[in-house]
């Protein structure tokens, strides 16, 4: 006969283990959130009703990167949900992540885009995009009126924007287009994910195409009505202020001032289209689970809580990343969040968008990489050589850096087994 004391104490003690594993936190392993203030504003803002103790933990890209290696080598680990940027996982083995076709995710409306780069080459979606940040256009609205007939200021092509540029610069009587091609200006960005997607759909591969020639032909048009100051620009929100420039190209981060300080006279709008589509620069954020994960289920309840408008709105209180998720913003966020995120929604939901990820993979040779761009931006525009003798000229340089990065193609290349080839 059993002694029922012990069969009781049996009984407590599996209990006992069972509930610490249902009532284990789940673990999210974080390269993105890593200040303090954004760090602890995720535990409190977006994940404390998340329906589940979560354990909210930022690293440095390399720590994160090992230990994640060290579970998925183990075999087993304590990792349940993975925060990180694009090129990181398009680094990893997608087969070491869970796929997340299945996750319920409920009304939310989650950009497809961004998803489909999520399922990073396979049948599977092996990421869901988290929140995302990048580079729009912003315009005095007294520019308006010298918009070329028929033109939508939220599907502007290149030509159109060269002919408001022109008509602008008429009207005024000197040009009104800015552009950051200063010191600090992010130029770099602006050719490597929209100039070059809109018109090669691709940043290496077709880099001294013909398409690419026309692109730069189109860009040299437009620097013709572009204020000659911007070789000094850094930040737009300065000349946009100062109504030193009307229509101006720039980063979120460096447009806020002139949307916050005057929120009346700005609007904020969608990247022009070429012929291969609205070529833009998503800075995006992803969630995913990796597949030794102790407890998938609640992993996928915690990405179905991330991807939740509100979640999404808490989200970028804490972090000032945008929602990728369709989402009315609320009218106490601050003017430029408010005017920049309904630029951002429209731009990455666009159509033709055709996004120009941030380059990935280069190591020590990311500034060599931009600096390839930025000495044909010079050579071909500010010093007018030939565009294809430029171009042919620079080819070497960037096949020698993609040669020694050994750097992958990343979108909207096509894939490539090695260092992504200059054709």
């Known amino acids: 006969m059993k002694n029922p004391i012990k069969t009781l ?35 409190d803002q977006v994940l404390a009703n998340a329906g589940q103790a979560v354990d909210y933990q930022p690293s440095d890209p390399g720590p994160w990167l090992t230990r994640l290696n060290a579970e998925l080598e183990a075999g087993k680990g304590t990792i349940g949900l993975l925060g990180a940027l694009h090129g990181d996982f398009t680094s990893m083995n997608p087969d070491n992540l869970v796929d997340l076709s299945s996750v319920d995710l409920g009304s ?15 049948s599977e979606q092996k990421y869901l995009p988290w929140m995302q940040a990048t580079y729009i256009m912003a315009a005095n609205k007294k520019a308006l009126e010298h918009l070329p007939d028929g033109a939508d200021i939220n599907a502007l092509s290149y030509d159109q924007l060269i002919s408001w540029s022109k008509n602008m610069a008429e009207a005024a009587g000197e040009p009104k287009f800015g552009f950051p091609a200063g010191p600090k200006g992010l130029k770099h960005r602006f050719f490597q994910g929209y100039l070059y997607p809109s018109y090669t759909n691709s940043v290496v591969r077709k880099f001294a195409s013909d398409e690419a020639v026309v692109a730069w ?15 000094n620009f850094s930040f737009m929100q300065e000349q946009l202020l100062s109504g030193d420039v009307w229509v101006a190209f720039d980063h979120t981060a460096r447009l806020a001032n002139a949307f916050n300080q005057q929120p009346d006279d700005f609007i904020a709008f969608p990247a022009p289209a070429g012929p291969t589509g609205r070529g833009f620069m998503p800075v995006i954020a992803g969630i995913a689970i990796p597949a030794t994960a102790p407890d998938q289920v609640a992993a996928k309840e915690l990405v179905a809580h991330m991807l939740k408008p509100e979640t999404q709105i808490a989200t970028l209180r804490a972090t000032n990343f945008f929602p990728v998720v369709d989402v009315e913003l609320p009218a106490d966020m601050p003017a430029a969040v408010r005017i920049s995120g309904a630029a951002i929604a429209t731009m990455s939901g666009s159509a033709d968008a055709n996004p120009g990820l941030l380059p990935a993979g280069l190591g020590d040779q990311g500034g060599k990489f931009n600096q390839v ?10 010093a007018k ?3 294809r003798a430029v171009l042919d000229d620079q080819k070497k340089a960037l096949q020698a850096i993609m040669e020694k990065s050994g750097a992958p193609c990343w979108a909207p290349d096509a894939p490539s087994e090695g260092a992504c080839p200059v054709e």
Do not use: C
């Open 108 to 122: 939310a409306d989650v950009n497809k885009t961004f998803t489909d780069l999520g399922m990073l080459g396979t």
């Open 9 to 43: 104490l049996m009984v407590s003690l599996t209990a006992s283990i069972v509930t610490s594993v249902t009532q284990a936190d789940t673990l999210f392993w974080s390269t993105q959130a890593k200040p303090v203030e954004e760090s602890q504003a995720m535990r």
């Open 385 to 387: 050589q030939d565009i």
């Open 373 to 382: 761009f930025v000495d044909s931006f010079e050579r071909i525009v500010l």
């Open 217 to 231: 032909e189109k860009f040299r048009e437009l620097w013709s009505y572009t204020n000659p100051g911007s070789t």
